[in-house]
Every structure is written in structure tokens, then in C-alpha cells.
């Protein structure tokens, strides 16, 4: 007999059974071996219990050994393993697997656990198949690599799984489907993607270490696709052309602790950058304003906006903590360096795709989505398999939905999620949640504002190069500073050749024909204006960078009298004829015009061609292959 230790035979903290669900002849036997275990534990004679009720010794201590024994849950099995047909081990096949013609299956108990230990290479079949895969683990391919080494083992159709109909595919899935039910999150992750694990920590009951006490400790940023398709309004002699566009990012800065949205920023290009972080911090720090709304009967609810515009107690305060992932653009100098030196804020990073981190966001994008976008006929829905979800671009260009109606829609919905009831907050707004511990609350007294001088000029939202003064006194050419192929100077820098040779830091804030600079020591200098045919019409660096991309292509000649309108001009003549075919699509050039219109100082998302009449020939680059070397200008050879 085993021996056992008091805290094993304590069945006062064994797992119980409830006696009323088991039926009345399993009821009987239960309380009966229940009562001699009891007493076995306490104690009493293993003779006298023998005789009471009726069990031999060697049943007391099997019986006795099964309630000791540890279940799959870390508990003992206890009473647990005195009701009838409960079995502790799983049955092991010890005959060889034989099928019976007419009934595929039967007597086949077990033969799938016995074949995986007669070949363990079945096993590293299945870890070498799942290896990195993110999701949508091929079943059936997994199943024909494990035939296939089977038959070259020697097995034939006389044997186990290919004496089967499905040789041994059922059983393959339902390994495959126990593995991941006993925690094999590998295998899991293979089957379902990365997010079936992130859901795991969901509802846990654990709290973590680091978490809000009051509103602005910890802060969440994520991006969002658009789940919409809109589309860009091109105006060609006299004619609205809709043109769809790609789906941008939606950024949204959120309290973790009031899940209000502190600020966000919209991304119309097909990616985000780092700048989109810097962008909906700085929205937090600007008073907002509603915005001019063009959809008839789109309104702002009572008491919606950001806190900036609506709890004047926000205007100025400083965020703690900015929780984000590791995806590259957040691990760029602006976010690293320069948000966190210029605002005093901490990054704290996580886990790309570990949205459970970031829950808060992730709350926000399923509300407005659930509150608006599912509503539209362009919705992109859930994924492709949404029912929901047909031709959207097609309908985006049908029903005319235009990027300048949806960035009032997404404004509107934020804006009254600020000002919703939720019952996580006692039904309480989160701009009312966020307004009351703000208004002269002690915990924030230690906390200081921003300065008046900081909130005139945030300079957050800024692009930082470090560029180098250059200039030659012997060849007449006064100090000047190149960028991406322009040339920056003023009057103060014209004239002080002693800083030729010097680096200083360029801040770059939406129009690139102005640059504002900085000395090594952090003192200003001023602001630089470009030279020559850029500083004719408005841009970004972006756009810049790609003119001079399509130049070096020589798509586009950038050496004339405006580069920008010519650009301007080129991707609206691209877009108008992909727009125009019996199949719109959504291209690169419809993006590329959308986002230079979004980052104007007054956003559009409404382009007007040249007429025919007043347009200029569209400068082209000579070409220099060899035939045309050869030939003059008739076309005659020299």
C-alpha cells in the first residue's frame, strides 16, 4: 500500500461532487465508498471498514490511491474519482490496429495515440509544418507529408491509417484540436493567427503591475485602417470624376483610465508614419474646434468633443505615459527623442499585434465601427468574409461617399464618444470622469502645466534634419542650406559667412518652401525660405521627395516654372483614367493627390484641373537614348 501524507488524506479540501446530478444507482455506490474513504482517512481499521462496507483491502487502497492521485488541474482527484466510469488515464491501445470491412472506424480505439509512439517522427512532422506560420494551418497538406512518410516507413493499405477510408485524417484533427485545447499555444497560434493567444490574458482576473490611478498617467496609441472605402473628387471641364482611394489610418491618442480620446490624427496615405504619432498628441494640446460639417442632418451631440475644446481643465496638462508597440515607425527619433525630450513623456512599448495591451484602443475602434461605419456602403466590414462586405469601391463611387463627408463622420463619432455614458464609468462621460478629477484635484498639484510660451508654439508635430550651412566666399556664393534639392536661405544668412561649414537642426512643419532652424546650442536662428521654382505653390517634404522621384524616373520634368502644379496635374490625369474604365481600382496615384490636398493648410479632398484652354503643355524630359542622339529635330539622321 502507498504511503500517503496527512495533507492528501485532509478530504476536507477535496475537490467535491454534487450528489443530486448523478442518477440513483451512481448515487448509492458514491455515498457509500465515499463514507469509507472518509474513515480510512481517519483512521479506522482497514478490517473494520472491510466489514462495514463490504469492500476488500486492496479496493480501500485502490480507491485510496485514485482520490490521492494529482488530476490534469494540479488539484487531487478526490471525491471526484469515486464516481462510476470516471476514468483518470487515457486508454492506451496495446494490439495492433485492425479494420473490419463495412465499418471504417470501428475497433479503432486508441490507434492514433499508438502510432504516434511508434513513429515520433510524426510529431516532428507537425512542429516542422507549423514552424513560424501565423495562421491558416493546411490540415490536409499536414496529413499527406505524414502518408507519405508512412509509406516510406513500409506501411501498406494492410495496416493503420491506410487500411482506413480517410486514412487517419479525423484523428489528425482531433490531435491537432487536443493539443491546442491543452494549451499548445504554437499550434494555435498556426491554426487561428497571432490574436487567438493575445485573448488568452482577456478576463484573466490578474491586474498589471502598471496601471492608472488617475486620468493622463497612462495614455494608448494605435492605428486603425479605415474600414471604408471614400473617394477623391476630381473636377475635369465642368465634371465631377470620383476616383476611390486607398484606405488610410485612423490614430487616435486614448486615457487608459477614463477611455476618453485625448487627440487623434487621420493617415490618407496608404501607410503611417511617426509623424502621425506626433500629430494626435499635439491635437491634444490644441484647443479643438468643431468642424464645419458638410452632411445635412450630421450633428455634434451634447457636451461631445476633445477635452481640449470642452474641459478647459485638460488644455495644457501633461501625459505621463504613451503606451504603443514596437512597429518601426514608433521606434523613430521623433518619437524617441524628440517627443519624449519635448514634452517629458515616457514611451512605454509592447508587442506588435498585442492588442490586449492596448485594449482601450482597441475598444474605441470596435465602437466607432459598430456606431457608423458598419453603415455605410462602402464598409470594408470585418474582413472579406463579412456579409456585409460588397464591392465597396464600386458603391464608394455609385453612392458618391466622399473622403471630406467621412473625416466629418469619423470627427462627429469621436467627438460624441467623449460625450457617451458608459457603465464602466458609473455612467458617467468620459470628458465629465476626465473634467472632475482635474478640477483642482490634489493628486494633480505636483503635476505642472505647459508653459503659455509651449502651448503658442508646441513645435511637436515636426520633422527634425540635421542640415549643414554651405557657400563659397571665393566663388561668390552667399551661405545657403540644400534640402532635397532646394535651396533654403534669408537675408540674415546671406550675409554671415561665418557660418559656413556649421551644422543646425532643420524643424519642418507642413509647408516645406519654409524651414525653421536651430544652432547646436538650441538657440533659434530663424526661418529659411526655398529659392527658385519650389516656392511657387505649397508642399510637403513628401511630396517633394516624390517629384523628385518622378524626375529621376523622368516621368515628370521637376526643372520648370512650378513643379507642384505639374505633379498635381500628372497623378489627376492618372487617377481620372483608372476612374473611367468599366472596373474602377483604387490606385497609387489617387492616394498620393488625396494626401498632399489633406496636409494643405485647409484640408480638401477636392481637386480642379486645368482647362484645356489655359493648361501648358506638360513638361517632358528630353529624351537621351541613342536614336534619338542620331536624329535631329525632323527625325532626319545627322
Not at 485514485?66 to 476514468?87: Q, S
Not at 494549451?183 to 490578474?206: E, F, H, I, T, W
Request: with cysteine.
Amino acid at each position: 500500500m502507498i504511503e500517503h501524507t496527512l495533507e492528501e488524506l485532509d478530504y476536507s479540501r477535496w475537490p467535491n461532487v454534487v450528489e443530486e446530478e448523478l442518477s440513483e444507482s451512481k448515487r448509492c455506490r458514491y455515498k457509500l465508498l465515499k463514507q469509507a474513504i472518509e474513515e480510512a482517512c481517519d483512521g479506522v481499521k482497514s478490517s473494520a471498514i472491510c466489514k462495514k462496507y463490504q469492500i476488500s483491502r486492496s479496493g480501500i487502497s485502490y480507491l485510496l490511491n485514485r482520490c490521492t492521485a494529482v488530476h490534469r488541474d494540479g488539484h487531487l482527484w478526490g471525491y471526484r474519482a469515486l464516481v462510476k466510469g470516471c476514468r483518470q488515464a487515457d486508454y492506451k491501445r496495446q494490439k495492433e490496429s485492425t479494420q473490419v470491412d463495412g465499418a471504417d472506424g470501428y475497433g479503432l480505439a486508441g490507434a492514433f495515440t499508438r502510432l504516434l509512439k511508434q513513429y515520433p517522427e510524426i510529431e516532428e512532422i507537425i512542429r516542422r509544418t507549423v514552424g513560424k506560420k501565423e495562421a491558416g494551418l493546411n490540415v490536409s497538406s499536414l496529413h499527406l507529408r505524414i502518408i507519405k512518410y508512412l509509406r516510406r516507413t513500409g506501411l501498406t493499405t494492410k495496416n493503420y491509417p491506410l487500411n482506413t477510408k480517410l486514412a487517419g485524417y479525423v484523428a489528425l484533427t482531433e490531435h491537432i484540436k487536443r493539443l491546442i485545447e491543452e494549451g499548445d499555444n504554437q499550434l494555435g497560434r498556426a491554426r487561428y493567427g497571432p490574436d487567438v493567444n493575445a485573448g488568452l490574458q482577456a478576463m484573466s482576473g490578474k491586474r498589471g503591475v502598471l496601471r492608472p490611478l488617475f486620468p493622463l498617467e497612462i495614455a494608448c496609441y494605435d492605428e486603425q485602417e479605415f474600414p471604408f472605402i471614400g473617394t477623391l473628387v476630381i473636377e475635369n471641364q465642368g465634371q465631377e470624376i470620383d476616383v476611390p482611394l486607398s484606405r488610410g489610418y485612423f490614430c487616435p491618442l486614448v486615457d487608459q483610465y477614463s477611455a476618453v480620446v485625448l487627440g487623434y490624427s487621420l493617415a490618407i496615405s496608404a501607410r503611417f508614419r511617426a509623424l502621425d504619432l506626433l500629430k494626435a498628441y499635439e491635437s491634444f494640446i490644441t484647443p479643438w474646434h468643431p468642424r464645419q460639417l458638410s452632411i445635412e442632418g450630421l450633428k455634434y451631440a451634447q457636451g461631445a468633443g476633445l477635452p481640449s475644446g470642452v474641459v478647459p481643465q485638460a488644455l495644457g496638462r501633461h501625459i505621463a505615459i504613451i503606451s504603443v508597440d514596437n512597429h518601426l515607425s514608433h521606434l523613430a527619433n521623433a518619437v524617441v527623442s524628440h517627443l519624449r525630450v519635448r514634452t517629458g513623456t515616457i514611451i512605454r512599448f509592447g508587442k506588435v499585434r498585442h492588442w490586449i495591451s492596448r485594449q482601450v484602443v482597441e475598444g474605441i475602434f470596435a465602437e466607432l465601427q459598430r456606431r457608423g461605419f458598419i453603415r455605410l456602403p462602402s464598409t470594408t466590414g470585418s474582413g472579406p468574409d463579412d456579409p456585409a462586405v460588397d464591392d465597396p469601391v464600386g458603391k464608394a463611387i455609385k453612392f458618391r461617399i466622399r473622403m471630406e463627408q467621412l473625416v466629418d463622420l469619423i470627427d462627429v463619432l469621436v467627438a460624441d464618444h467623449n460625450a457617451h455614458p458608459r457603465l464602466s464609468l458609473m455612467s458617467k462621460t468620459p470628458n465629465e470622469v476626465l473634467a472632475t478629477a482635474l478640477a483642482d484635484s490634489p493628486q494633480f498639484s505636483v503635476v505642472p502645466k505647459f508653459s503659455e510660451v509651449f502651448m503658442n508654439d508646441p513645435q511637436v508635430a515636426v520633422e527634425i534634419v540635421i542640415v549643414t550651412v554651405r557657400g563659397s566666399r571665393e566663388s561668390g556664393r552667399p551661405p545657403h542650406v540644400q534640402l532635397d534639392n532646394g535651396t533654403y536661405t534669408n537675408d540674415l544668412l546671406r550675409q554671415d559667412w561665418p557660418m559656413i561649414g556649421k551644422k543646425m537642426k532643420a524643424h519642418i512643419k507642413g509647408d516645406f518652401r519654409k524651414i525653421r532652424v536651430f544652432r547646436d546650442n538650441g538657440t533659434e536662428y530663424g526661418v529659411l525660405g526655398v529659392t527658385g521654382h519650389w516656392a511657387r505653390t505649397f508642399h510637403t517634404r513628401e511630396t517633394r521627395k516624390e517629384i523628385n522621384r518622378l524626375h529621376k524616373e523622368k516621368v515628370i520634368n521637376a526643372q520648370c516654372e512650378d513643379p507642384v502644379t505639374i505633379f498635381m496635374e500628372y497623378l489627376a490625369k492618372q487617377a481620372s483614367r483608372n476612374s473611367q474604365s468599366k472596373k474602377p481600382k483604387i490606385t497609387r496615384q489617387a492616394g498620393q493627390l488625396a494626401n498632399a490636398l489633406h496636409e494643405m493648410p485647409t484640408p480638401s479632398y477636392r481637386y480642379r484641373t486645368e482647362d484645356p484652354e489655359d493648361a501648358k503643355e506638360e513638361p517632358t524630359m528630353e529624351s537621351r537614348n541613342r536614336r534619338a542622339f542620331f536624329r535631329g529635330q525632323n527625325g532626319d539622321s545627322r
